[in-house]
C-alpha cells in the first residue's frame, strides 16, 4: 500500500511539473508565474497563457528622462578652486609648543 501511493504522489508531481508551460512575450520565454508589464497592464504567466492582475504600469523605463548625456566630457562646468588660490582659506600652521 505504501508503494502505491508513493507513486501516486510521483505521478501526481510529475503532471503538475508537465502543466506549467511557459509564455511567450516578444519572442521571450517567461515561467509560470511570471508578472510582465505589456500594454500598460500588469499581466502573469498561468498555464501558458497571461492574465490580466489588474494593476496598470509602465511599459518602459522612464530612467534618467530629461538628462543630458555628454560622453567625452570630462571637465566640469565650473573650475574647481586651486589649493593655493586666494578663495581658498588655507589652514592654520602648527604651533609650536611652549617648553619652560
Known amino acids: 500500500m505504501r508503494m502505491i501511493s508513493f507513486a501516486l504522489c510521483a505521478l501526481v508531481g510529475a503532471a ?3 502543466a506549467a508551460a511557459e509564455c511567450m512575450y516578444r519572442a521571450q520565454p517567461f515561467s509560470e508565474g511570471t508578472v510582465s508589464c505589456q500594454h500598460g497592464r500588469q499581466l502573469r504567466c498561468v498555464g501558458g497563457k497571461w492574465e490580466d492582475v489588474g494593476s496598470e504600469c509602465a511599459d ?13 566630457v570630462g571637465e566640469p562646468a565650473v573650475a574647481e578652486p586651486a589649493v593655493r588660490e586666494g578663495a581658498v582659506k588655507q589652514p592654520a600652521g602648527p ?6
Open 16 to 18: 503538475s511539473v508537465a
Open 95 to 100: 604651533k609650536e609648543p611652549n617648553v619652560p
Open 60 to 72: 518602459d523605463d522612464p530612467g534618467d528622462a530629461g538628462v543630458e548625456v555628454r560622453p567625452g
